[in-house]
Nanobody, 121 residues
Framework: QVQLVESGGGLVQAGGSLRLSCAAS????????MGWYRQAPGKERELVAI???????NYADSVKGRFTISRDNAKNTTWLQMNSLKPEDTAVYYC???????????????WGQGTQVTVSS
């Protein structure tokens, strides 16, 4: 089994910063893509940022220039640095990872428990 544990959410004022972290553990052979999604009340879950094992990245247009995703493959950990936060960034943020488990031939997507980010105006 694989677990993703998130931390770093909280309440900040507009213009502030937060850093989210997500650490994967368990029967992991390798991790391909790691990423962050978010879901605001009444809205669909949306991609925020992804990072592949070779450190290539993609960002949603709404966060480009403000958010930065990074990872440490040795620690199976990803971080999302969020700067210049806006009220519209308010959401539950979910970490995910495409994991190849030990003894398995295919990859599966796992999700963290979610962490609340609230940005006040």
């Amino acid at each position: 089994q694989v677990q993703l544990v998130e931390s770093g959410g909280g309440l900040v004022q507009a213009g502030g910063s937060l850093r989210l972290s997500c650490a994967a553990s368990g029967s992991i052979f390798s991790i391909n893509t790691m990423g962050w999604y978010r879901q605001a009340p009444g809205k669909e879950r949306e991609l925020v940022a992804i990072i592949i094992s070779g450190s290539g990245t993609n960002y949603a247009d709404s966060v480009k220039g403000r958010f930065t995703i990074s990872r440490d493959n040795a620690k199976n950990t990803t971080w999302l640095q969020m700067n210049s936060l806006k009220p519209e960034d308010t959401a539950v943020y979910y970490c995910n990872a495409d994991v190849r488990r030990l003894g398995k031939s295919s990859t599966w997507r796992y999700w963290g428990q979610g962490t609340q980010v609230t940005v006040s105006s």
